[in-house]
C-alpha cells in the first residue's frame, strides 16, 4: 500500500463509500461492516409519532431524557449533565470553553480530541503536568482503562464505550469541578445515527455548556427514543451479556487465524500481526470492513460480527487469506 492509500487505510471507520471506492462494489450479501465499535445488536424500540418529527423538541421531553440519563449514568448529587447531538460535538465546544495553554492526551486515542485542542491553537503533549488532560476510557483502539485521575486543572474523561464497564467510569469525581466525563449514546445502544451524548460536569460549567449549545441541541426523536432506550434494563443488561459472548466468540476466530490480541473491549478488539495491511485489504475484497492504523501498520481493529453467519464469513475470509499466503 502506497502513501496515496493511507487515508483509506485509516480514518474512522464506517465509511462505505470510501471502501468502495477502493475495493470496488462487496460480492453477495454486500458490505460486512466491523471498522466501528457500534454495538451490532441495535436498541430496535425506537418508534415515535409523527408529532415527535413534526413540532420542535419539547422542554418536557428534555427534562425526561436528563431525568433517565442522570440515573443510567448514576450522576450524583451537585453534578449536571447535558445532552447534545452526540459526544463529538462537546469534543468541538470545550476547547472555547476551557483556558490553559497546555493539553496532555496520550497517543494512542482517538484523535479527534488533538484535532480540536491543536485548531484552538493549544499546545499538546503526551504526558507530564498540563492544564488540561483529556483521557479515553477505556481507551481507543486499545481498551486500557485509566487507574487513576492525572494531575492537571481540569480532567476531560472521554467514556464513550464505557457502558461495558461502568465500574470503570469517573462520574462520581464531577461534582469538584475539576473533572469532565463525556458519555456517548449510539456506541452502546447501536443507535450512533440517532446522534445523542451527554456531558456530566460541575454545575458552573453546565451553564456555559447550555449558554454554548443553544436551543434544541437534542432532536425530538433522540430525546424520546433516548430516554426510553435509558430506562430499559431488562434491555441493557441482556445487551452486555450479549456483546460479552459475541466478544469472546470473535476472540477465537481472531486467535485461530493467528493475530495477536492486544486488547479492546466488549465492543471491539485491537489486534497485531506483520501481513495487517495485506490481511486489511484481502478482507476488503471480501466485503469485509476493518480498521487500519497509518502510522500502526500491524494494528487492525475489528468490531463485532452481528450474527453466526457474519462471524462465519469473516473466519472464511481470514482462512482463505492464509491459504493464499502460503
Known sequence: MDSSDTTEFDGHGGDLAAAERRFGAPPAPGWLDLSTGINPFPYLNVDVASDVLHLLPSSAALERLIVGARSYYRVPQGAVITAAAGTQQFIQVLPRLLSGATVAIARPTYSEHELAWRRAGRTIITGGLADIAVVVNPNNPDGRIMTGLPEAGTVIVDEA?????????AVASTPGGRVIVLK???????LAGLR????????????????????????????????????????????RKRLLEARQDLDRVLAAAGF???GGTDLFRLVALPAARSIHDHLGRAGILVRGFADRPTWLRFGLPGSKSDLARLDSALTGYARSSR
Request: aromatic letters at 12%.
Open 161 to 169: 464505550f464505557g457502558d461495558v464497564v461502568p465500574e470503570t467510569s
Open 184 to 190: 456517548s449514546f449510539g456506541k452502546f445502544f447501536g
Open 196 to 239: 445523542l451524548g451527554f456531558c456530566v460536569s460541575s454545575a458552573a460549567f453546565a451553564l456555559k455548556l447550555l449558554e454554548e449549545l443553544g436551543p434544541w441541541a437534542v432532536s425530538g426523536p433522540a430525546l424520546e427514543i433516548g430516554a426510553r432506550a435509558l430506562g430499559d434494563e431488562a434491555w441493557i443488561v441482556a445487551t
Open 260 to 262: 495477536e490480541i492486544l
